[in-house]
């Protein structure tokens, strides 16, 4: 067997079987966190602003909670920051990707040596 063969898998939250959050979502969370924007976050992950809002409101919809707070542009500036509740599923989505990627690596290993 190749010595490069490598396991991978995707992880993603549903809710009533639409997709909540996933990886991509995850790291949009975590620019407009880094960036206080959600256009700069959406240009840095690569979709459109309103793609972006769109993700927000549906997750926002499933989970029935607020993930982003929103400030009005103007003199001072617009922005954007995440909730204590999106840092917490972040947090918990975060720990969950470890412990399933931990354990694909073991049965991987135990299997494929």
Known sequence: MRETLEVKSKVWLEVDGEAVLGLGRKMLLEAIHRHGS??????????????????IHSMEEFLNTKLVETRVGGKGGGGASLTAEARDLLAHYDKLLKGVNEAIDERFHEIFG
């Open 38 to 55: 959600i256009s700069r976050a959406a240009r840095e992950v690569g979709i459109s602003f309103r793609k972006a809002w769109g993700y």
